[in-house]
Nanobody
């Protein structure tokens, strides 16, 4: 059973940076598609970025491309999201997610079976 625990959220001024972490445990399958998602009040959940451990390929949503960077530290079993040039519209609860994957796509529109509890990011 995969468990994910996010941390690193907080309040920051526009233009600032934050790094989110997601510690993963129970990930015993060979490869995983990991993702970051966010949900702002009154809005639908939005895919932010994905990382596929099979080939280290990443993908980003249009609204964050060029500002956010997703990465995976295999030694620490931790997924990161470096967020730079933050904007007020980035305010949301950020969730990390995981899904065992063997081939195929790793993208925010694919299914994710495991989710963390979320961490709040507020940009003012």
């Amino acid at each position: 059973h995969v468990q994910l625990v996010e941390s690193g959220g907080g309040s920051v001024q526009a233009g600032g940076s934050l790094r989110l972490s997601c510690v993963v445990s129970g990930n015993t399958y060979r490869n995983y598609c990991y993702g970051w998602f966010r949900q702002a009040p009154g809005k639908e959940r939005e895919g932010v970025a994905t990382f596929y451990t099979q080939n280290a390929i990443t993908s980003y949503g249009d609204s964050v491309r060029g500002r956010f960077t997703i990465s995976w530290d295999n030694a620490r079993n931790t997924l990161y999201l470096q967020m730079n040039s933050l904007k007020p519209e980035d305010t949301a609860i950020y969730y990390c997610a995981a899904d065992p994957r063997s081939g195929g796509y790793c993208a925010t529109w694919t299914n994710f079976g495991y989710w963390g509890q979320g961490t709040q990011v507020t940009v003012s």
